[in-house]
């Protein structure tokens, strides 16, 4: 079993939808929680970073984690043409470390 | 502040050879983290190097090598290429501590023929 599972999609949306990304890891330690965005041929750009439980919103973008259920999730209001990517949960539990669930690619249609 | 930057950005070589990757971390930062991203395996950690000392590593055969220098800069170093090799290799820098935010560079592609 991987540490982090990310369903790797490809997801299609609307324009103006409310998109929802998640994520479920195994460890427990885990305690801090990233959102990258990944545009194609592109490096990684953070988008959202929380620690433990808890909501953390940013403009259109809600990061969810529930430790309870090893579970967390991105959520993208008033979805944009420009919001097409992958999305890429991330754990950092051991300094410089982080471990990544494999991505969520999304498409979102004018 | 400049980002995190990468030379080079594309790279092709052959089965046998060798590479050696370069990345210049934003002004500041001390840690430099390396991570091969694949379509199959995505995005798995090889190296962190904190003030020259490699601080954690992945679970890479040693022909994946890496090292810091004084001013932060890191270079990795890729020996006996595979075909399996071919990745977007990318690195991250951050100030250091467990719980600080990675910021991640562009990217080399490498290609192994």
């Known amino acids: 079993q991987k540490e982090v599972e990310q369903d790797p999609g490809p997801l299609s949306v609307p324009e103006g939808a409310i998109v929802s990304l998640n994520c479920t890891y195994s460890?427990?330690?885990?305690?801090?929680f990233m959102w990258y965005r990944q545009y194609s041929r592109k490096g990684p750009e953070l988008l959202m970073y929380?620690?433990?439980?808890g909501n953390k919103e940013d403009g259109r973008f809600t990061a969810q984690v529930d430790k309870s259920s090893k579970y967390i999730s991105l959520f993208i209001r008033d979805s944009q043409p420009s919001d097409s990517a992958t999305y890429l949960c991330?754990?950092?539990?051991?300094?410089?470390?982080?471990?990544f669930g494999q991505g969520t690619e999304l498409s979102v249609k004018p | 502040k400049a980002g995190v930057t990468q030379t080079p950005r594309y790279l092709i070589k052959t089965r046998g050879q060798q590479v050696t990757l370069s990345c210049s971390p934003i002004?500041?930062?001390?840690?430099v983290s390396w991570y091969q991203q694949t379509p199959g395996q995505g995005l798995q950690f090889l190296f962190e190097?904190?003030?020259?000392?490699?601080?954690n590593k992945g679970n890479f055969p040693g022909r994946f090598s890496g090292r810091q220098f004084s001013n932060s800069r890191s270079e990795m170093n890729v020996s006996t290429l595979e075909l399996g090799d071919s990745a977007l290799y990318l690195c991250a820098s951050s100030l250091g501590s467990p719980q600080e935010t990675q910021y991640f560079g562009p990217g080399t592609r490498l290609l192994v023929l």
């Open positions: 991330a754990q950092n539990n051991q300094g410089g470390k982080l471990i």
């Open positions: 929380t620690y433990s439980s």
């Open positions: 190097y904190f003030s020259e000392t490699q601080r």
């Open positions: 460890n427990s330690a885990f305690q801090y």
């Open positions: 002004s500041g930062h001390r840690s």
